[in-house]
């Protein structure tokens, strides 16, 4: 079954390389592969895949204990949220080894870090254009190939950033009440600050993704930084889900580059959403004001599909959703989870949703990883459909190829900060 995939893969992988970068309106066509397997079946990553075993939570039981979520043992295992951002001392040696493979085979671009000051842009050194391929700033609206920014024509392809916080829980009440799903990207810390919150979103069967663990620009950080960033938030996913290795991670401020998520990538397996319509709420006045916002993109075209940037943050976001909710039906909108909806509508790494079961060892095949596979391309990822628009692959440095690390489980613990939760749109 591997092989039959590796062909697969291979067959569609022309159709993925055709476009180039960067681009603001790609519109690149569908590829399916509607016959995706799910899980349990096959695994399309190799068994050594640095995924496999740094997230790792073997059927029925790995050994591991994994203290219920809320309790202090379960925040015990990692970096105080008070304390500040992760300190990069205490990654996990493992960790650091898989950055370190993925570095000198040539799969992390050596892309400079920015500056930013507060209300702007994050901004390269001189001479560094972040709309070049080597780049390729989602700040600047560069579309980096494999990453999510629109949805099929006539989706609603909805997200809510941020949480868990207090608000969610009533966000969670009105989707249930209207038999909907939807994606969660969230933020570490506020995981340990609200696990209530963050269950009643998890046992809701809503889609758990990264959105980091004290929400920084990420491009501003190095490569360590970027590492305990999303590898901290992953590994309390992953323990706050039955085992879930989380699929996808939306960048704080859609700031990423081919450094970053190439990271997120090579090392986690992680696939980076942007958006292509935000709403703006973070920022609204007041219901109302977010409602006139949604309401001028579910009037509009309905090619390329919407991808929502909203947030799960205050009475104005929450209210403001649930108030345009039945204008999004009325103008013939189909309501989709973001995740749900991309690629083969696989939500984790190892699980299909929230509620099917985890593969005892693998993760899903959503790289390029067999040999032969690799040996017909150079796409840094996206080997895999989408019914989701994303940006096409392009040529790149990247191949993928098996590593051979032992790894082991982090019990590390450090210091982190909370940060501002708010998510500012540039
Ligand atoms: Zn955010």
């Given at each position: 079954?591997?092989?039959?995939?590796?062909?697969?893969?291979?067959?569609?992988?022309?159709?993925?390389?055709?476009?180039?970068?960067p681009t603001t309106h790609e519109t690149h066509g569908h590829d399916h592969i509607d016959d995706m397997p799910k899980l349990p079946g096959v695994w399309y990553q190799e068994p050594n895949?640095?995924?496999?075993?740094?997230?790792?939570?073997?059927?029925?039981?790995?050994?591991?204990?994994?203290?219920?979520?809320?309790?202090?043992?379960?925040?015990?295992?990692?970096?105080?949220?008070?304390?500040?951002?992760?300190?990069?001392?205490?990654?996990?040696?493992?960790?650091?080894?898989?950055?370190?493979?993925?570095?000198?085979?040539?799969?992390?671009?050596?892309?400079?870090?920015?500056?930013n000051t507060p209300n702007t842009s994050p901004v390269y050194p001189t001479g560094v254009d972040p709309m070049s391929p080597q780049v390729c700033s989602a700040t600047y609206r560069c579309?980096?190939?494999?990453?999510?920014?629109?949805?099929?024509?006539?989706?609603?392809?909805?997200?809510?950033?941020?949480?868990?916080?207090?608000?969610?829980?009533?966000?969670?009440?009105?989707?249930?009440?209207?038999?909907?799903?939807?994606?969660?990207?969230?933020?570490?810390?506020?995981?340990?600050?609200?696990?209530?919150?963050?269950?009643?979103?998890?046992?809701?069967?809503?889609?758990?993704?990264?959105?980091?663990?004290?929400?920084?620009?990420?491009?501003?950080?190095?490569?360590?930084?970027?590492?305990?960033?999303?590898?901290?938030?992953?590994?309390?996913?992953?323990?706050?889900?039955?085992?879930?290795?989380?699929?996808?991670?939306?960048?704080?401020?859609?700031?990423?580059?081919?450094?970053?998520?190439?990271?997120?990538?090579?090392?986690?397996?992680?696939?980076?959403?942007?958006?292509?319509?935000?709403?703006?709420?973070?920022?609204?006045?007041?219901?109302?004001?977010?409602?006139d916002t949604i309401t001028g993109y579910i009037t509009g075209p309905k090619t390329p599909g919407l991808v929502l940037l909203e947030h799960t943050n205050s009475a104005i976001t929450v209210?403001?959703?649930?108030?345009?909710?039945?204008?999004?039906?009325?103008?013939?909108?189909?309501?989709?989870?973001?995740?749900?909806?991309?690629?083969?509508?696989?939500?984790?790494?190892?699980?299909?949703?929230?509620?099917?079961?985890?593969?005892?060892?693998?993760?899903?095949?959503?790289?390029?990883?067999?040999?032969?596979?690799?040996?017909?391309?150079?796409?840094?990822?996206?080997?895999?459909?989408?019914?989701?628009?994303?940006?096409?692959?392009?040529?790149?440095?990247?191949?993928?190829?098996?590593?051979?690390?032992?790894?082991?489980?982090?019990?590390?613990?450090?210091?982190?900060?909370?940060?501002?939760?708010?998510?500012?749109?540039?």
């Open positions: 079954m591997l092989f039959a995939k590796a062909v697969a893969l291979a067959f569609a992988l022309p159709v993925l390389r055709a476009a180039v970068v895949h640095p995924v496999h075993s740094l997230f790792r939570r073997a059927a029925p039981d790995d050994g591991t204990p994994y203290p219920a979520v809320g309790t202090p043992e379960w925040a015990a295992g990692f970096p105080n949220p008070a304390a500040g951002v992760p300190d990069h001392n205490t990654i996990p040696a493992s960790w650091i080894a898989a950055l370190n493979e993925a570095v000198s085979e040539g799969k992390i671009p050596n892309v400079p870090v920015t500056t579309r980096i190939p494999g990453d999510i920014w629109d949805a099929p024509p006539g989706i609603y392809a909805s997200s809510f950033d941020d949480g868990p916080l207090p608000p969610t829980p009533q966000l969670v009440d009105f989707l249930g009440t209207n038999s909907l799903t939807t994606s969660f990207f969230m933020i570490g810390t506020n995981i340990l600050y609200y696990p209530t919150q963050f269950l009643a979103a998890f046992n809701a069967g809503h889609h758990i993704g990264v959105h980091t663990w004290t929400h920084p620009y990420m491009t501003t950080l190095s490569n360590l930084d970027v590492l305990a960033q999303l590898g901290w938030t992953m590994q309390l996913i992953h323990n706050s889900t039955g085992g879930r290795v989380p699929r996808y991670w939306r960048p704080p401020y859609g700031d990423s580059d081919l450094r970053v998520r190439s990271i997120a990538l090579e090392v986690f397996g992680l696939e980076t959403v942007i958006w292509n319509s935000d709403s703006s709420d973070w920022s609204a006045n007041s219901p109302q004001q977010v409602v209210g403001g959703f649930m108030t345009v909710y039945p204008a999004i039906i009325a103008n013939g909108w189909a309501f989709r989870s973001v995740m749900d909806v991309a690629n083969d509508d696989t939500i984790y790494q190892n699980a299909n949703s929230s509620t099917s079961s985890v593969t005892p060892m693998g993760v899903l095949p959503h790289l390029v990883s067999s040999s032969s596979v690799a040996s017909t391309t150079t796409a840094t990822s996206a080997t895999f459909t989408s019914s989701l628009r994303r940006a096409s692959p392009t040529s790149s440095t990247s191949t993928k190829k098996s590593s051979a690390i032992s790894w082991h489980v982090p019990s590390a613990l450090g210091l982190v900060l909370l940060s501002g939760l708010s998510v500012l749109i540039s």
